[in-house]
């Protein structure tokens, strides 16, 4: 099995930071990519930032100068940095990764998400 627990949510004002983190446990063979996703109220969730096994990044347009997604290979972690938040910015995130467990089957892992509310 294998699970993700994320931390770092919470409440913050319009123009704060929060990082947030993400780590993987169980029987894990290696990690691919890694990512984090969002969920506002009545709306689908979409894609924040993604990061390759190599580190390569890419961002949602509206978080680009903001967020700074990154990894720890060694803890089998992913962080995302999130600076200047917004109102539109609240929502639930979730981590996402692609995973090849020891048996060598590659599935994709959800977190159970953290609440993130920006608001004066």
């Known amino acids: 099995q294998v699970q993700l627990v994320e931390s770092g949510g919470g409440l913050v004002q319009p123009g704060g930071s929060l990082r947030l983190s993400c780590s993987a446990s169980?029987?894990?063979?290696?990690?691919?990519?890694m990512g984090w996703y969002r969920q506002a109220p009545g709306k689908q969730r979409e894609l924040v930032a993604h990061i390759s096994s190599g580190g390569m990044t890419n961002y949602a347009d509206s978080v680009k100068g903001r967020f700074t997604i990154s990894r720890d290979n060694v803890k089998n972690a992913v962080y995302l940095q999130m600076n200047s938040l917004k109102a539109e910015d609240t929502a639930v995130y979730y981590c996402?990764?692609?995973?090849?467990?020891?048996?060598?089957?590659?599935?994709?892992?959800w977190g159970q998400g953290t609440q993130v509310t920006v608001s004066s």
């Open positions: 996402n990764a692609r995973i090849t467990r020891t048996n060598l089957r590659v599935n994709d892992y």
């Open positions: 169980g029987s894990i063979f290696s990690i691919n990519a």
